[in-house]
């Protein structure tokens, strides 16, 4: 018997773990690039780049597989989780004074 999580809990779970890995290392990277003296806008172009990274994954599975219903929900949850991280964490970088 096959079980299978429905998938906007898929979704849901990919969304909020990549708000809290892309949101918390955002914060902690403009930390550390405010001490060293690093431009910000390098920060952001690597941080686009690693959450392209971090969706491939599920885009190359979607791209093998275009009925897999996981593959789709697990891409949509990360891009948007990343999508949120990536908008609110230069925000509170910058309320914590670090831009």
């Known amino acids: 018997m096959d079980f299978m999580l429905p998938d906007y809990l898929i979704r849901e779970q990919a969304a909020v773990l990549a708000l ?8 902690i ?6 001490t060293r003296g690093w ?4 920060l952001e172009l690597s941080f686009i780049g690693v959450a ?5 994954p599920q885009l190359i599975d979607l791209i093998a597989h275009p ?4 593959a789709l929900a697990e891409l949509e ?3 948007i989780g990343c999508a949120i991280a990536l908008f ?12």
């Open 20 to 27: 809290v890995v892309f949101g918390l290392t955002r914060v």
């Open 29 to 34: 990277a403009a930390a550390v690039a405010c």
């Open 39 to 42: 431009r910000i806008a390098a």
């Open 52 to 56: 392209v990274l971090w969706c491939a």
């Open 67 to 70: 009925s897999s219903v996981a």
């Open 77 to 79: 949850g990360k891009a």
């Open 88 to 99: 609110f964490s230069p925000i509170l970088s910058h309320r914590l004074g670090y831009e």
